[in-house]
Nanobody, 124 residues
Framework: QVQLVESGGGLVQAGGSLRLSCAAS????????MGWFRQAPGNEREFVSG????????SYADSVKGRFAIARDNAKNTVYLQMNNLKPEDTAVYYC?????????????????WGQGTQVTVSS
């Protein structure tokens, strides 16, 4: 059983930055690829970014490419999402999740463990 705890969300003005963290426990972190997803009210949960088990391979949704950066520290069992140049449309609850795959997948249905989410609100 893996537990995931996200942190770092908050209220920020458009153009600002936030760094989300996701701390994992209860499993072997380095055996999971990790994904960040978000869900705004009335919308489906959508893929934001993913990182492979090794940290070598990363992927991004087109909407965040060039603004967000994902990283992981397997020694600290933590994955990060640096979010720069935030826009009001980035407002959502952000979740991290694990997937037993060599690389991160974009389909949330493939993921097995999820955190409780952290709210990100970007004001215009």
């Amino acid at each position: 059983q893996v537990q995931l705890v996200e942190s770092g969300g908050g209220l920020v003005q458009a153009g600002g930055s936030l760094r989300l963290s996701c701390a994992a426990s209860g499993g072997t972190f380095s055996t999971y690829s990790m994904g960040w997803f978000r869900q705004a009210p009335g919308n489906e949960r959508e893929f934001v970014s993913g990182i492979s088990r090794s940290g070598i391979t990363t992927s991004y949704a087109d909407s965040v490419k060039g603004r967000f950066a994902i990283a992981r520290d397997n020694a600290k069992n933590t994955v990060y999402l640096q979010m720069n140049n935030l826009k009001p449309e980035d407002t959502a609850v952000y979740y991290c999740a694990t997937v037993r795959s060599t690389i991160a997948l974009r389909n949330p249905g493939e993921y097995n463990y999820w955190g409780q989410g952290t709210q990100v609100t970007v004001s215009s």
